[in-house]
Structure formats: structure tokens, C-alpha cells
């Protein structure tokens, strides 16, 4: 298994532009997740989904949308970017209380 | 609503020394608690948990946490640090059962570092 695979690993946006960070899980977990990490300030939760076509917001979603057709999938959407976005982004799913984490984007908004 | 707050966002160990990380947490059911490690560059990686029962959990790489209701903590502890331990640790709350137990809160994290 591959595990939770995250595409690209690093990014530079320009203000406004959009992007989508793909998240890919092969483990068949229902659950996944999307964090930001910002320097000293822990993981905040942007977006989650509890299965293929139900997904709801965490503490930190403005900016930022998602979606998910498949269990497999879930990808991240930016749009108009903006410098307060720049951020390392993870993508996890959970089985049994144990979510696994993928290896993260590091985007940068100039 | 849970919260967790990490005491020392640095702590530095000499090589063989004891590892002590501490993490208290507020929640108004009981918890799941959890200990994240975070090597250079990387995702997180769950080092243990405490879920229910046995309240001193032993995870990998030597790691042990023991969950004290009483003082709402979940300290990680190492008897003898390696410089392999050099990472960030993360310790995180979810509600526990018959609650949002698939929402994780995470603290700010600690920087270990192991002094030869």
C-alpha cells in the first residue's frame, strides 16, 4: 500500500491564481482530513469528510473548498490565493482513532 | 469543545538522558489522546494513544505517556534519549466514545533536541 499520497510536494502561487492539491488514500478509509501547519502553531483542521459525497468544514475553511466523489480521493481547492495561504498542507484518513498522515505540500503565495 | 496546550515549545536533552513531554488537555467528555511524532520534512507519524483502559500506554521507538484524569494530563516520557528522537512532537485530543471521536485537536508541538 501506498498510503496517503499527496501531489505536488512543494508549490509557488501567485496572489489570485488557484490551485488543487490532490490527496490519494489506498487504505479504503472512510474518513480523511485536510490540516494546515503554520510555524508554532500546531495542526488546524481546514476540511473533512466522513465518506464519497458528504463533507463539512473544520475550524479553519475560509478560502479554501473541497470535494469528494470517491473514497479514494480528496482534493483540496484554492481559489485566489492569497499570501495567508502560504502554508504546509496535509492531507490524512483514519481508521480505528488512528489517522495516517501523508507527506504534505509546501505552498508558497507571493 | 477540546483544547491542548504543550508546555515548552523546545526542550533539549542530552543523549541517554530522560525525555519528558508535557501536554495537559480540557475536555468536557472524556478524551482520546494521542502523541504525534514529526520528523524533518515529513508527515505525522502516531507514536501511542490512549483510547480506554490501561492508563500508562507504551508506543514505539521506547515511548510511554500515562493518561491522569486527575490532573487532565498526557505526559510522553523516554527513559534515555537517542539522537534519532531529534523531531517535533505533536499531542492531540478527540472526543472520546459517543462523541466527535474522529476530530483531532492538536497542540502547538515541541521541538526535541538530543545533545551528544
Known amino acids: 500500500n501506498a498510503g496517503v499520497t499527496q501531489t505536488p510536494k512543494f508549490r509557488i502561487l501567485k496572489i489570485g491564481q488557484s490551485m488543487t492539491l490532490q490527496c490519494t488514500q489506498d487504505m479504503n478509509h472512510n474518513y480523511m482530513y485536510w490540516y494546515r501547519q503554520d510555524p508554532g502553531m500546531g495542526l488546524k483542521l481546514i476540511y473533512y469528510s466522513v465518506g464519497a459525497g458528504i463533507t463539512d468544514k473544520g475550524e479553519v475553511p475560509n478560502g479554501y473548498n473541497v470535494s469528494r466523489s470517491t473514497t479514494e480521493d480528496f482534493p483540496l481547492r484554492l481559489e485566489l490565493a492569497a499570501p495567508s495561504q502560504t502554508s504546509v498542507y496535509f492531507c490524512a484518513s483514519r481508521v480505528s482513532y488512528e489517522q495516517y498522515f501523508g507527506p504534505g505540500t509546501r505552498l508558497t503565495v507571493t | 469543545a477540546q483544547s491542548v496546550t504543550q508546555l515548552g515549545s523546545h526542550v533539549s536533552v542530552s543523549e541517554g538522558a530522560l525525555v519528558l513531554l508535557r501536554c495537559n488537555y480540557s475536555s468536557s467528555v472524556p478524551p482520546y489522546l494521542f502523541w504525534y511524532v514529526q520528523y524533518p520534512n515529513q508527515g505525522l507519524q502516531l507514536l501511542l494513544k490512549?483510547?480506554?483502559?490501561?492508563?500508562l500506554v507504551k508506543g514505539i521507538n521506547g515511548f510511554e505517556a500515562e493518561f491522569k484524569k486527575s490532573e487532565t494530563s498526557f505526559h510522553l516520557t523516554k527513559p534515555s534519549a537517542h539522537m534519532s528522537d531529534a523531531a517535533e512532537y505533536f499531542c492531540?485530543?478527540?472526543?472520546?466514545?459517543?462523541?466527535?471521536?474522529?476530530?483531532?485537536?492538536f497542540g502547538k508541538g515541541t521541538l526535541l533536541t538530543v545533545n551528544p
Open positions: 492531540a485530543v478527540s472526543e472520546g466514545s459517543g462523541g466527535s471521536n474522529y476530530k483531532l485537536t
Open positions: 490512549y483510547t480506554t483502559g490501561a492508563t
